[in-house]
């Protein structure tokens, strides 16, 4: 059906909504979309093709930006208990380690950033924690569903879900989120080209095992006689190893068999070592990012709107802070009225960045490099040029934190002593006002309630204290009141005696629906 006749048939009929959003494809970027909503209150179906959630370690690294996010999200402490730091690499010849070093650099936590190393945790035991917090909120994954076909009109989707039964159903909603990976089927039905640059063509293997005869204090890597290479990574949380083989063969072959002959033939380990092999693919690099992130009523997030190669650890990262970026701003829309133009501000913060990264991967994997340094970490993401960001403080030094930052955490106290984090306050679907030595500034009173929380640190009742100056050496010592949007970016930063109507005019604006006026 096209989409003019859809609007025909849809105008005016009063159709109503099955759910708010609905969400193909339950990897990681769905999944910390559904969460994300859930929490908001807004309803949303996540529908997965596959009979199971995805399977396999392949991209293992949750980098310090993203470990924020699940710290929001409530996902932070299940993963850190599953996960681990990745050990040296232990460079083999002739049957033994000749060297090691750091391949991910190590960096010591800071009061601003308590997540400074890249945490070690496989994508299957990712989504599965991810699952087990969506199931908590009270949301699901319909699994062995395809969305098979859409329609939009200028109310909402119409989409097609079919069961490998051959069942059929219709299901309408007001928007639809691609996350069906970097083949999807939704950015494909509506034409969007990927465009990016051109990788050498090869490919490589990945694989899950079990086996004897190595150690787990190192990530194994052998060097092969064609130039390619093998690696073992001791996967932090399991008995399994990742194998990650980039070998020239003319016929990649990932059968069970064909593992375990890979592993004996550049290795010291005998076939019969390696016990069992778990999960096998194989991967040919590709690069590239959708030319429109938003086409009416329908979103493409991760994979779906940008494929990256995997070195470097950027593209499950970059995906769930899509998903991050996105849910709130569908929450605004969708249960406290902010006008629709606020969605289009997902394609105008996210592709830029996607662009950035893309070049960064892509650069890394035409290097060869060994080395994973902090510039890989998402910590200095910033949104100083989107249309949601006002820095209304003149003449700042250049290191000041400005709006549009990432906002850093600190170690507070509140003032009974107790002491807490910068980032428990944030923590949640509100925004944030931190009015920092602005005892007299009044935050807005006609935002729904639970949405603004106002935070003052001097005053007669201050809520937060600062005893070891942690709060000001990350957001300055002149007076300032910082509006801090829920994905934990500063949207306003403004002197106290311009800062109640800079925040107002941002949050009728461009956050909810707008105050009435009343004639004069």
């Known amino acids: 059906m096209e989409l003019n006749t859809v609007k025909e048939a849809h105008a005016g009929s009063g159709l109503s909504a099955d759910v708010d959003v609905l969400i193909s494809g339950a990897g990681p970027t ?88 890249a945490l070690m945790l496989p994508q299957w035991r990712n989504v599965e924690l991810l699952h087990a917090r969506l199931r ?5 994954v319909q699994l062995s569903t395809e969305l098979t076909d859409f329609t939009q009109d ?41 465009n990016g640059p051109e990788l050498a063509p090869g ?15 190192h990530w194994h890597r052998w060097t092969l006689p064609t130039g390619g290479f093998l690696t073992l990574l001791p996967l932090a949380g399991t008995d399994d190893f990742q194998m990650l083989a980039a070998a020239a063969t003319a016929e990649p072959d990932t059968s069970h068999e064909a593992v375990r002959a890979l592993i004996a033939a550049h290795t010291h380990l005998t076939t019969d070592q390696v016990r069992e092999v778990l999960w096998t693919s194989l991967y040919r690099p590709k690069a590239g990012m959708a030319d429109a992130y938003r086409h009416g009523r329908v ?8 494929i990256h190669s995997p070195a470097g650890g950027q593209g499950l990262n970059t995906s769930v802070q899509d998903a991050y970026n996105l849910g709130w ?54 949104y100083r ?39 428990d306050i944030l923590r949640g679907p509100h925004f ?15 935002t729904t309630p639970g949405l603004l929380r106002t935070i003052h640190t001097t005053g007669p009742t201050p809520d937060l204290l600062d005893p070891d100056n942690h709060l000001h050496t990350a957001y300055g010592t002149t007076p300032t009141v910082y509006l801090i949007r829920p994905d934990g970016y500063v949207a306003v930063a403004a002197p106290p005696e311009t800062a109640a109507s800079a925040i107002t005019e941002a949050l009728e604006t461009h956050f909810t629906a707008a105050r009435p006026r009343v004639a004069a």
Request: hydrophobic letters at 35%.
């Open 30 to 117: 769905g999944l910390a979309l559904a969460i994300d909503l859930a929490r908001r209150g807004v309803t949303a179906l996540l529908v997965e093709r596959q009979p199971t959630l995805s399977r396999g370690a392949r991209g293992t690294g949750i980098q310090p930006r993203t470990q924020e996010v699940y710290d929001d999200l409530g996902v932070l402490p299940a993963a850190q208990a599953a996960g681990g730091l990745y050990p040296p690499m232990g460079l083999w010849e002739d049957g033994r380690i000749v060297r090691t070093h750091q391949m991910i650099e190590r960096v010591a936590p800071t009061p601003s950033t308590p997540y400074s190393d």
């Open 136 to 140: 908590e909120l009270g949301g699901d």
């Open 154 to 194: 200028s109310d909402g989707i119409t989409a097609r879900l079919t069961s490998p039964d051959g069942g059929l159903r219709t299901v309408r909603a007001r928007y639809l989120v691609a996350c069906d990976g970097g083949g999807s089927t939704i950015r494909k039905h509506l034409a969007v080209p990927m």
């Open 203 to 217: 490919h490589a293997i990945l694989a899950d095992v079990r086996l004897d005869g190595l150690d787990r204090d």
């Open 299 to 306: 979103f493409l997030a991760g994979d779906a709107a940008h």
């Open 329 to 382: 701003k569908l929450g605004q829309v969708l249960r406290h009225g902010a006008p629709d133009a606020l969605l289009d501000t997902y394609e105008t913060e996210r592709r830029p960045l996607a662009a950035r990264i893309l070049e960064t991967s892509t650069r890394l994997h035409r290097s060869g490099s060994l080395h994973r340094g902090r510039d890989l970490h998402q910590l200095d993401i910033s």
């Open 385 to 423: 040029n989107s249309p949601l960001t006002r820095e209304l403080r003149p003449d700042l030094p250049s290191d000041a934190l400005t709006a549009g930052d990432r906002a850093p955490d600190a170690p507070c106290t509140t003032p009974d002593g107790t002491r807490v984090r910068l980032f």
């Open 432 to 446: 944030t006002v931190l009015a920092l030595d602005a005892p007299t500034f009044e935050p807005p009173t006609h």
